[in-house]
Nanobody, 115 residues
Framework: QVQLVESGGNLVQPGGSLRLSCAAS????????MAWYRQAPGKQRELVAE???????NYASTVKGRFTISRDNARKTGYLQMNTLRPEDTAVYYC?????????WGQGTQVTVSS
């Protein structure tokens, strides 16, 4: 059973930092691309960043240079380091994996950027 569990969301002031984690189980984590998405109230879910099995990364233009995606295959965990946070980064952040042509999602973790 594929399972993704996010953690690390919190309330943070503008300019602050957070690190999100995504713990994976039920499949061979190291073989698959992992992605982070986010969904703000009233908006569609959007891709934030993704990292392939070989470590290649891709970022949304809105977070490039501020966010860093990484993975630890031995721990079956993915990370999203978020720096210089802005109020517009406020959203529920979701971890995603496509396994056997099906999308799997975690339950999400809330990130709120506010003074």
């Amino acid at each position: 059973q594929v399972q993704l569990v996010e953690s690390g969301g919190n309330l943070v002031q503008p300019g602050g930092s957070l690190r999100l984690s995504c713990a994976a189980s039920g499949f061979t984590f190291s073989l698959y691309t992992m992605a982070w998405y986010r969904q703000a109230p009233g908006k569609q879910r959007e891709l934030v960043a993704e990292i392939t099995s070989s470590g290649s990364t891709n970022y949304a233009s809105t977070v490039k240079g501020r966010f860093t995606i990484s993975r630890d295959n031995a721990r079956k965990t993915g990370y999203l380091q978020m720096n210089t946070l802005r109020p517009e980064d406020t959203a529920v952040y979701y971890c995603n994996v496509q396994w056997r042509n099906k999308d799997y999602w975690g339950q999400g973790t809330q990130v709120t950027v506010s003074s």
